[in-house]
């Protein structure tokens, strides 16, 4: 859903409807109440989750749920300003700072004052601008570049990033302290492939938008091309289900559809090099080890028609022990209703 918003200026799509944010996934309700909860209060939230999951709509719910909906949601979009020019964009300068500050220039925090400021990708954040941040986190205070005055602020603010952050504070990228500081309340998003069953939702959400933004109409997508997109693994998430269905709302195509998603074999865990050549065998390990126990539970809990007892007895496994690892892999557990097992174990 990141395709909503462009920077700092309006939409591109309107606030799609919660219903349409949600859909109707256990996980995806659950941030709801979280979401409704955590806006009435002034701390900081991190939304964390694979880029294109719609962590910015979800910032910008918690915004206008919130007690400082009338003040400004200004949004920064960290990797996307060069950290010599971040500083400035996001503190502000004094004329005379540097050549060209020809005036005084406000930045983007005193623009969220009484407001909400949104970090997008706060893991690509400098370490010197993360003190920076710190230090205003602390005392909401902050000087301008160029500047002597101390100026206050009072803002609400909300973060997301794609990235490990813990890893990020392990290999030096990260500040510890920061990382306390934005980290009072933690959301993870959902992977697209993780609520498949919102997507035909999702669909028809798109479909209508673009329908009516091109005056055409396409034909209705056929049930087992819809069916086809909650088979396939969604590596761009809801940004990439949104550019599919424009594709298809543009050319009138399903085979807009399809060519993407034929032939995609399900993916295997993958090693990144970094730059330097180094990596730890042992978080490597432990990530791959996760990520196909995570698959292992789902198929298992679908094959048990999402009955947790009866998972837990053919994993041969406790159900508390079965508890805990839905929790730590964030399996979205859609299938389960108002029918809870007993906790025997």
């Not at 941040?133 to 160029?146: E, H, K, S, T, Y």
């Not at 490597?284 to 126990?293: D, N, P, Y």
């Amino acid at each position: 859903m990141s395709g909503y918003v462009a920077g700092n200026q309006a939409s591109l799509l309107p606030q799609p409807p919660e219903s349409v944010v949600f859909g109707s996934t256990h996980f995806m309700q659950s941030i709801q109440r979280k979401l409704q909860i955590v806006a009435s209060a002034n701390v900081p939230v991190l939304l964390t989750g694979e880029s294109g999951t719609g962590k910015e709509i979800l910032a910008r719910l918690i915004h206008q749920q919130s007690p400082w909906k009338h003040a400004s949601f200004v949004k920064v979009n960290c990797p996307a300003i060069p950290g010599t020019l971040l500083e400035s964009e996001l503190f502000g300068y004094e004329r005379g700072a540097f050549t060209g500050a020809n005036a005084n220039k406000p930045g983007r925090v005193e623009m969220a004052d009484r407001g909400s400021l949104f970090l997008d990708e706060i893991g690509e954040m400098e370490l010197g601008i993360q003190a920076k941040l710190l230090q205003l986190l602390q005392d909401g205070q902050f000087v301008r570049i160029g500047g002597q005055k101390t100026l206050s602020v009072d803002i609400r603010l909300i973060c997301a990033t794609n990235r490990d952050l813990e890893e990020e504070i392990t290999a030096g990228r990260f500040r510890q302290d920061l990382f306390y500081r934005i980290n009072v309340v933690q959301i993870r998003v959902p992977a697209l492939r993780e609520r498949a069953q919102d997507i035909p939702g999702l669909v028809n959400y798109f479909l209508q938008f673009y329908k009516d933004k091109f005056c055409v109409s396409p034909k209705p997508i056929r049930t087992s091309i819809v069916e086809m997109m909650q088979r396939y693994h969604w590596p761009g998430n809801i940004r990439q289900l949104e550019n599919l269905v424009k594709r298809y709302v543009i050319l009138g195509s399903e085979e807009a559809i399809t060519t993407d998603l034929v032939g995609q074999p399900e993916p295997s865990f993958d090693v990144a090099i970094p730059p330097d050549g180094k990596i730890s065998l042992k978080k490597v390990t432990r990530e791959a080890s996760r990520q196909l126990e995570r698959r292992i539970i789902a198929k298992m809990l679908q094959a048990h028609n999402w009955n947790r007892t009866k998972t837990a007895t053919a994993l041969s496994i406790s159900y508390r022990a079965l508890l805990y690892k839905i929790q730590e892999t964030g399996i979205d557990p859609g299938g389960l209703s108002g029918m809870e097992e007993a906790v025997g174990d």
